[in-house]
């Protein structure tokens, strides 16, 4: 199959989703901008359509999707939001929505079983991503996508990374730049309590963050052994992980390199005075936040600069801890999953 690849510059967005519908309407699968990473879309009513997102990313069947709404009117199509958490639903869907929210709701009839696993509940957000809404909004149905990389790859945050991963699988690409966040949605369930604020489980760190979630509820961690809960690969084994052997050293001083072999380094700001530079001839070093030292531009260019780690040939790449803060939690939780060394917390 070739792989198209169009672009969906501001004055010529139309010609592209166009296109994209057009296949959606066929059944086929499409790989579209959102403002995270790069999602591989189908029509989420379709069991045929969903089968060929999960055959092109070579996905275990028993790791469930997230359905992308166009509109809040859409939610009602997707997912039956019980009468006890309504009111939190519609604040959080007030505050977040369009963006990068994922809520876990019991899922309506007309989502087929495949989109979710067999779970009884769906992972649902609406993109703020124009290309993302206005393919939404033509197609007129939900759309279902996982991120537009290969299973337990990192998530592609540009349309050539994507290429890289889903060349000669897929028929159409829509090229909208890099994704303003660069990091996979923040994703929660909500538990309801008598009189209190509601609990969420935080099931994905991600750009929503947990101070942000406060406001409207109690964050906490998932239930470990819950039945309701997905054997979701994301979320427990080893995943966004580079080719390459990659470590994540907290201690400069722990780092003891072999002869002869290539290190590169995965820094913070690339201070050359920084312990974690200054301890080694680095073959390659990539910075995340050489400009402003903002969590924000670390997000955007995480995957990105793992990528570039990833194919400059070397032996292993060394990853410099972030602060955990913020957005830094899920820039932690993304470094830790790729880490050759992670374990699922236990
Ligand atoms: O930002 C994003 O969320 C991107 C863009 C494309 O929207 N999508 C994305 O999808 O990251 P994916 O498939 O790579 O990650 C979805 C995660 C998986 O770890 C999956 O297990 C979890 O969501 N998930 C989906 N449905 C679920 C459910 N019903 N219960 C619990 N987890 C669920
Ligand atoms: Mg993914």
């Known amino acids: 199959m070739l792989t198209e690849v169009i672009q969906?510059?501001?004055d010529d967005m139309n010609a592209a989703v166009e296109r994209a519908v057009s296949l959606l309407l066929d059944g086929d699968v499409v790989a579209l901008p959102t403002e995270t990473v790069y999602g591989l879309a189908a029509d989420a009513f379709s069991p045929a359509a969903i089968a060929k997102i999960f055959a092109s990313k070579e996905r275990p069947l028993f790791d469930p999707l997230i359905v992308h709404i166009a509109s809040r009117r859409d939610?009602?199509?997707?997912?039956?939001?019980p009468?006890?958490?309504?009111?939190?639903?519609?604040?959080?869907?007030?505050?977040?929505?369009?963006?990068?929210?994922?809520?876990?709701?019991?899922?309506?009839?007309?989502i087929p079983d495949l989109v979710t696993s067999g779970l009884a509940?769906?992972?649902?957000?609406?993109?703020?991503?124009?290309?993302?809404?206005a393919v939404g909004k033509k197609l007129g149905r939900p759309l279902a996508?996982?991120?537009?990389?290969?299973?337990?790859?990192?998530?592609?945050?540009?349309?050539?990374?994507?290429?890289?991963?889903?060349?000669?699988?897929?028929?159409l690409i829509i090229d909208a730049g890099a994704c303003s966040q660069g990091l996979e949605s923040t994703i929660i369930s909500i538990e309801p309590r008598e009189g209190k604020k509601p609990i969420f489980r935080?099931?994905?760190?991600?750009?929503?963050?947990?101070?942000?979630?406060?406001?409207?509820?109690?964050?906490e961690k998932p239930v470990l052994g819950d039945l309701h809960q997905p054997h979701a690969p994301g979320q427990l084994a080893s995943h966004y992980a580079p080719r390459t052997p990659f470590f994540l050293i907290e201690h400069a001083q722990d780092f003891r390199p072999e002869p002869g072999k290539?290190?590169?380094?995965?820094?913070?700001?690339?201070?050359?005075?920084d312990p974690h530079v200054a301890c080694h001839d680095w073959a390659q070093m990539e910075a995340l936040s050489p400009g402003t030292g903002k969590l924000a531009e670390a997000a955007v260019r995480l995957f990105y600069s793992m990528r570039l780690l990833d194919e400059a040939g070397l032996d292993a790449i060394i990853?410099?801890?972030?602060?955990?803060?913020?957005?830094?939690?899920?820039?932690?939780?993304?470094?830790?999953?790729?880490?050759h060394d992670f374990s699922p917390p236990a």
């Open 319 to 339: 990853a410099e801890p972030v602060s955990e803060t913020g957005l830094g939690v899920a820039i932690m939780d993304r470094l830790r999953r790729a880490a």
């Open 8 to 10: 969906a510059a501001d």
């Open 145 to 171: 996508a996982p991120s537009a990389n290969r299973f337990g790859r990192i998530s592609p945050t540009s349309a050539s990374a994507v290429l890289k991963e889903l060349d000669g699988k897929i028929p």
């Open 75 to 81: 939610l009602a199509s997707v997912a039956q939001v």
């Open 262 to 273: 290539k290190y590169g380094l995965l820094c913070y700001r690339g201070n050359p005075a």
């Open 202 to 219: 935080l099931h994905r760190a991600g750009p929503i963050t947990k101070e942000q979630l406060q406001e409207f509820g109690k964050v």
């Open 121 to 133: 509940t769906v992972a649902v957000r609406q993109s703020a991503h124009p290309v993302m809404r």
């Open 83 to 110: 009468e006890s958490i309504a009111s939190v639903v519609a604040q959080l869907a007030d505050a977040f929505w369009p963006g990068p929210l994922t809520m876990i709701l019991p899922k309506s009839d007309a």
